[in-house]
């Protein structure tokens, strides 16, 4: 069953601003027919709003959390929900946020008026937001539709054989795409986040005008729906429009239900990033299983997803006291991810170095919620591994509990 697309929280006249037609759920122009400009013409450098503005992939990566009480607040405690939500949650979804807009603006300057200038833009700001949204994965909680956004923005393409197909015809100009938000909402998860993206107009294959048109229609509502999908969870949380325990208004054992969401979603992304770590491995090349086909981008992906993980590993150290068992679990996984995240862009024999310690990594986090006195039970694994899922058929619902 499709997950349905999260709905805009902004202003008609901003999004009518921005998408054009898109926003109005009206077809999106093609392009224009006439030639491309040439490719020495270069496009403006375009603004990204100031708050939280993307920079490069490399500098881009979110500060790891501190459990270092000097730093705190005295009149709120570091596992208070506003000091994560402050300092963690809503910086990283303003990142994501501003990537999301200079991405979106960028594909629609390329559709109307592509070049070579155009197109390494689609390309720089691409890749920021990649890294922008991977740094979110972790923090995919608080509210169901905030648990879904992963998947919204970066299930790969092959997903399933259908989502698959589709998008070679339209890569092709054999099959004529959804062009509006509301008609992207019934596709599948495969064909409407970055990955989708990623083939759409950036694969060597597929850069050549004729089918530039047909590309775009499916191209600039994807776009918004990325941009739109990271201005609802940045809003959603900045209005605390989230599960109590992660407002002022705490329930009775706030403390724990945040506690349990933090290693529910630790789970969650350290069984996904060991799948992909797994397939990456021995195939980093044009693999279709992965989220991003292209080498650099896929290394890009994972190296941002990791250090998200260590961001979180950080903030659960401020609920395990020195010492504690869960102190010390916590520090075997950090110490596999550092040493696995330094390997991801090695030789083949370091990525299968990788695989071990990114296994090793899940297999530690699996044994969090003992370390914190959980039941087991109180726990989902929804992607279980990468071993019992593997032989899973294709189906609409992909890796399903």
């Given at each position: 069953?499709?997950?349905?697309?999260?709905?805009?929280?902004?202003?008609?006249?901003?999004?009518?601003?921005?998408?054009?037609?898109?926003?109005?759920?009206?077809?999106?122009?093609?392009?224009?027919?006439?030639?491309?400009?040439?490719a020495e013409e270069e496009?403006?450098?375009?603004?990204?709003?100031?708050?939280?503005?993307?920079?490069?992939?490399?500098?881009?990566?979110?500060?790891?959390?501190?459990?270092?009480?000097?730093?705190?607040?005295?009149?709120?405690?570091?596992?208070?929900?506003?000091?994560?939500?402050?300092?963690?949650?809503?910086?990283?979804?303003?990142?994501?946020?501003?990537?999301a807009i200079a991405l979106?603006?960028?594909?629609?300057?390329?559709?109307?008026?592509?070049?070579?200038?155009?197109?390494?833009?689609?390309?720089?700001?691409?890749?920021?937001?990649?890294?922008?949204?991977?740094?979110?994965?972790?923090?995919?909680?608080?509210?169901?539709?905030?648990?879904?956004?992963?998947?919204?923005?970066?299930?790969?393409?092959?997903?399933?054989?259908?989502?698959?197909?589709?998008?070679?015809?339209?890569?092709?100009?054999?099959?004529?795409?959804?062009?509006?938000?509301?008609?992207?909402?019934?596709?599948?998860?495969?064909?409407?986040?970055?990955?989708?993206?990623?083939?759409?107009?950036?694969?060597?294959?597929?850069?050549?005008?004729?089918?530039?048109?047909?590309?775009?229609?499916?191209?600039?509502?994807?776009?918004?729906?990325?941009?739109?999908?990271?201005?609802?969870?940045?809003?959603?949380?900045?209005?605390?429009?989230?599960?109590?325990?992660?407002?002022?208004?705490?329930?009775?054992?706030?403390?724990?239900?945040?506690?349990?969401?933090?290693?529910?979603?630790?789970?969650?992304?350290?069984?996904?990033?060991?799948?992909?770590?797994?397939?990456?491995?021995?195939?980093?090349?044009?693999?279709?299983?992965?989220?991003?086909?292209?080498?650099?981008?896929?290394?890009?992906?994972?190296?941002?997803?990791?250090?998200?993980?260590?961001?979180?590993?950080?903030?659960?150290?401020?609920?395990?006291?020195?010492?504690?068992?869960?102190?010390?679990?916590?520090?075997?996984?950090?110490?596999?991810?550092?040493?696995?995240?330094?390997?991801?862009?090695?030789?083949?024999?370091?990525?299968?170095?990788?695989?071990?310690?990114?296994?090793?990594?899940?297999?530690?986090?699996?044994?969090?919620?003992?370390?914190?006195?959980?039941?087991?039970?109180?726990?989902?694994?929804?992607?279980?591994?990468?071993?019992?899922?593997?032989?899973?058929?294709?189906?609409?619902?992909?890796?399903?509990?």
């Amino acid at each position: 069953m499709s997950l349905r697309l999260l709905p805009a929280l902004v202003p008609v006249v901003l999004l009518a601003a921005m998408l054009g037609s898109v926003a109005q759920d009206a077809a999106v122009p093609p392009p224009p027919a006439t030639e491309a400009p040439a490719a020495e013409e270069e496009a403006p450098r375009l603004e990204v709003p100031a708050a939280g503005d993307p920079v490069a992939p490399a500098a881009n990566a979110p500060a790891l959390a501190t459990d270092d009480p000097s730093t705190a607040d005295p009149e709120r405690r570091p596992t208070d929900a506003d000091p994560i939500v402050d300092e963690i949650i809503l910086p990283a979804a303003q990142r994501f946020t501003s990537a999301a807009i200079a991405l979106q603006n960028a594909v629609i300057r390329h559709c109307m008026s592509p070049n070579r200038a155009s197109l390494e833009m689609v390309g720089t700001t691409f890749e920021a937001a990649l890294v922008a949204a991977a740094a979110t994965e972790p923090l995919a909680f608080g509210a169901e539709e905030n648990r879904n956004v992963p998947e919204l923005i970066t299930t790969e393409v092959a997903n399933t054989a259908f989502s698959s197909s589709r998008l070679q015809g339209i890569m092709l100009a054999r099959i004529t795409p959804p062009a509006t938000l509301a008609a992207l909402a019934g596709e599948e998860l495969g064909l409407i986040g970055l990955p989708a993206l990623e083939r759409l107009l950036l694969r060597p294959p597929y850069a050549e005008q004729e089918t530039l048109a047909n590309r775009c229609r499916l191209a600039v509502p994807i776009a918004a729906n990325v941009r739109t999908t990271a201005l609802v969870v940045e809003e959603r949380w900045r209005r605390r429009a989230v599960d109590p325990q992660w407002t002022p208004d705490e329930p009775e054992l706030a403390d724990r239900l945040r506690l349990r969401d933090l290693i529910q979603a630790l789970i969650d992304v350290s069984d996904r990033l060991d799948r992909d770590v797994t397939q990456f491995g021995p195939d980093p090349l044009g693999n279709e299983r992965l989220p991003f086909a292209d080498k650099r981008r896929m290394e890009m992906y994972l190296a941002s997803v990791s250090t998200a993980l260590l961001r979180e590993t950080g903030v659960l150290r401020r609920f395990a006291p020195e010492g504690s068992p869960a102190r010390d679990a916590l520090a075997r996984v950090t110490a596999a991810l550092e040493q696995g995240r330094e390997l991801l862009d090695g030789s083949d024999a370091e990525r299968a170095s990788a695989v071990e310690l990114f296994d090793r990594a899940q297999q530690e986090v699996a044994q969090l919620p003992a370390a914190f006195d959980f039941a087991p039970e109180a726990f989902q694994r929804p992607l279980a591994s990468f071993e019992a899922t593997a032989g899973v058929p294709d189906g609409p619902g992909g890796f399903q509990p």
